[in-house]
């Protein structure tokens, strides 16, 4: 390979690069350092001429090789994309003229820090491979949706509509989950004044109608295996049989399960007849169907209904929910409009601390109190059953009064609770070859991290709420729904088409091999070297997808088409044998090396930048753009997440001679924005080890720092290079400079 | 009066919602109040509010009855339509607060010796004696309100004022003999009785 590694370098002169910075010394650099067979000067790189340019060296040359010396690798990805070559960008654009001031003064360091971007450019393409697609992806285009609830069935249906074939699995003996046991349902059209019929039969014949969709009744999955585009999936029906099918991708809408009511001692729920749950209330409104609700205990007319909101929700105490449920202030609202559509004579009252209708839910609010609903914002201390009926005592809270009311009937909004499966945290995978179905788990992974995916805050399986909505910790499968945070019918649908895009996606990812969110497109995969391996594990335990099993051997397995790509196993591999064609341990490190490094007396120090492409990166190319201007020492390296930093890199450059490293990843913990999830959280935790590290060498720990950075922070990643620069000129130079 | 008052009770069987709705002018609005406070935030009186708007409809709604009609509050309201401006529920807050007021004074159980009501009372009685406002009685009716003494105090502060007013022209001293009403005042008064009679009846005041 070696023989035909062709490298050309192209230093381009627009956008002030040729006015700011002596390219032809530049040139030289590629030429003598950087060991580039061919470089060329352009006035305008990214113009048809310039990529024409390049490619005729490719296309004739024989070069197999690019570093593009110009902006950004954000920008002009269109014109900088050449197929089947591997290219590396050397950002002189935002990363040097735009960040450093237009001085005489300034020139030599805006200069040096060109010359050591363009040695990195070259040292880094020499080590990439153009990637090649994955070979081991499937082909499989069929969507499997677990759950035939609203969202199940509204998924199944989009995806079918859409020209997908889907498998539909349900649990229990009929489709339509939930809302099927509901009387009505709240209106999701003009003008959201009245409660409305469900929908759902129309829905089950829809479905029956799709000559698309296979539905699986009483059916339960036994085994998930395989990986995007190549999953194998065992379903159990109730009579024992169970078969195996192949699927592409998975969307799991297993919804939700009503909180316990009875758990709630203090509200009186089981106590008496005439306290219900809103489930309760929708069952008594079914059979009473239109005409008047009459009282449980003993079938009496209703005069005066009571609905207690947030019944166990929102609340601090334990076993309660912390969260809001989102859809029971709209419920209840609904619920009291089957008494006073029935008869306006019957007082309804909701007590509400704070009443949340999302959506059009403020005009079906006002219809209610035009209905002559009453609202009172009251905290409802206790509910005691009460003969017939039951005695409601509250705070009114406008008003600062203890109250106590009599009812008829109390209904208590309960919440959602996510159908997540088993807690994988709690309930570790089977040992290999020691297999046993949960009946507790929904999909039954034999991945190696667990059956289920990970429960997230308070046991949904979301992933960040606003920049990955759908996606989950296992590529491939998707949730929407319940399942993934609280939530009512409009959403729920709304939900299921969001998550049927998303495994659509998936699918035609899979078939060319290609990485799924956040690095779609992406060709490249993880190879690992067999021979160097140790079975340490950390690479199949550190996985934030468990996209890495382990083979028989114990070696670990990778699923490439699980892979997103993030390469935090090799982070975590104590002895980097895991790699990318474009991305390895060595395409960093020997930018690392390649920066020059001055003695100790020339008083220009270095700083290692390790930006996280996600946020960091972006957020220093804006610093840039906003002429924003920051230390001439520093070095910037994108990374992929801060989570595929091998330690080895801090130390390689402690030891070489930089004087700090500047790591910068996103926001980690319970709201974390890492896009891939865990990734900036196991470096976090990495590098809060590296201190000891430092100590051997006898360097200062300061010399190297994490933060999280978001997108937004342009003002602030400038400061926080100088303040690692003003950091290393108090510390003052590493001494290793000379070794 | 306490007489209606003991009417409606028992007309209404303590449901002070329905009452307000159907008594209280704009009174159908209270039961849309969302509760959000805008009303008491925007009022610039809102701290000599015992009960800020969105209070008193809650109270409505929890059915305290005597608390509001005897309440002080809707009678603070200066009609300076900042709460309509504001309310996100779009209530007239305004028309309901002096609705409330003429209710509670309908009723006879309004506060008593509350300056509101009292100058509104002069000023009714001023402007529906001859159909238009005679100034200089009313201010002195005003000042004289609560006796002599204080009458007298308050005449000679305002003393200068009333002078600068005479000098140019705008008070006529002689006004307390000379002031003109319209041509018709019996027709106006007829036509006053007239309007109050149809009032009674529909919200079945009188018998």
Known sequence: MADEKKIAAYICQGCGLGDRLDTSELAKVAEKEGKAAIVREHAFLCNADGVATIQKDIDSEGVTHVCVAACSRRAKTEAFGFDKVAVSRANLREGVIWSQPNTDDAKELTQDMAADYIRMGCAEVSFMKAPDTNPNHGSNKRILVVGGGITGMTAALEVAQTGYDVLLVEKDAQLGGQAAKLHK????????????????????????????????LNAHITRTSGAPGQFS???????????????????????????????????????????????????????????????????????????????????????????????????????????????PEVDTTILYTDLRTPGNGEDFYRSAQRKGVIFAKGQVSEVDANGNGAKVKFKDLILDDDVEIDADLVVLATGQVANSGVDIDEVPQNEPGQWEVSVDSILNMDYRQGKDMPHLRHGFQDSHFICFPYETRRTGIYTCGPVRRPMDMVQASEDATGAALKAIQAVENAELGRAAHPRSGDLSY???????????????????????????????????????????????????????????????????????????????????????????????????????????????????????????????????????????????????????????????????????????????????????????????????????AAKVEELGMNPFKDF | ?????????????????????????????????????????????????????????????????????????????????????????????????????????????????????????????????SGRVNELSLSIKLYFMDGIVSGIKKGLQMMGVGLGLVKTGRLDPMALISHKGIKDTKGLQAM????????????????
């Open chain 1, 233 to 343: 999936v065992d379903i159990s029906t109730e009579s024992g049989s169970t078969q195996t099918e192949n699927v592409g991708a998975i969307i799991q809408a297993s919804g939700f399960t009503p909180y316990d009511a009875s758990k709630l001692d203090y509200l009186g729920y089981g106590k008496g007849a005439d306290i219900v749950d809103q489930m309760g209330l929708e069952e008594l409104a079914r059979k009473a169907n239109g005409k008047g609700i009459t009282r449980p205990s003993d079938g009496q007319e209703i005069k005066k209904v009571v609905f207690v909101q947030c019944a166990g929700q929102r609340s601090e105490k334990d076993g309660e929910l912390a969260y809001c449920s989102g859809h029971c202030c709209n419920t209840s609202i609904k619920q009291a409009m089957y008494f006073k559509d029935a008869n």
């Open chain 1, 526 to 724: 993880p190879e690992f070297r067999k021979e160097g391996c140790t079975q340490c594990k950390r690479c199949t335990v550190e996985c934030p997808f468990g996209a890495i099993d382990e083979d028989e051997k114990r070696y670990p397995k990778f699923n490439e088409s699980r892979c997103r790509r993030c390469g935090t196993c090799m982070g975590a591999c104590p002895v980097r044998v895991i790699s990318f064609e474009n991305y390895s341990i060595d395409t960093v490190g020997q930018q690392i090396k390649a920066v020059s490094m001055p003695d100790e007396f020339e008083e220009k120090p270095r700083i290692l930048a390790l930006a996280c492409e996600n946020d960091a990166y972006p957020a220093l190319d804006m610093a840039g753009m906003n002429r924003l201007q920051y230390s001439a020492f520093v070095r910037a390296i994108p990374v992929r997440c801060l989570g595929s930093v091998s330690t080895s890199w801090i130390t390689d450059a402690m030891n070489s001679g930089y004087d700090g490293v500047v790591l910068m990843g996103c926001k980690h913990g319970d709201d974390y924005q890492c896009h891939f999830v865990k990734g900036s959280e196991l470096a976090n935790t990495r590098m809060s080890k590296i201190g000891d590290t430092l100590e051997q060498l006898d360097l200062e720990g300061e010399r190297v720092a994490t933060h999280e950075v978001a997108i937004t922070d342009i003002q602030r990643v400038p400061e926080l290079i100088n303040e690692m």
């Open chain 2, 1 to 129: 009066m306490t007489a209606t008052n003991t009417a409606m009770v028992a007309k209404y069987q303590n449901n002070f919602l329905q009452e307000v709705e159907a008594n209280v002018e704009e009174g159908d609005w209270v039961k849309m109040c969302m509760q959000c406070g805008v009303c008491a935030g925007s009022c610039p009186l809102g701290n000599a509010w015992e009960h800020p708007p969105q209070e008193i409809f809650m109270m409505i709604r929890a059915g305290k009855r005597e608390e509001v009609l005897s309440s002080e509050s809707m009678w603070m309201c200066t009609s300076c339509y900042n709460c309509i401006v504001r309310c996100p529920r779009e209530l007239p807050i305004t028309h309901i607060m002096h609705g409330l007021a003429n209710y509670a004074h309908r009723l006879g159980i309004a506060h008593k010796k509350n300056p509101t009501r009292r100058f509104a009372k002069i000023f009714w009685n001023n402007i529906s004696k």
């Open chain 2, 192 to 207: 006053l009785k007239k309007a109050n009679e149809i009032e009674d009846k529909r919200k079945g005041y009188a018998s």
């Open chain 1, 185 to 216: 349902r709240q209106p999701n059209h003009e003008p959201y004044a009245d409660p409305q019929d469900t929908g759902i039969s129309e829905m089950i014949a829809a479905i029956e109608a799709e000559a698309k969709i296979t539905v699986s």
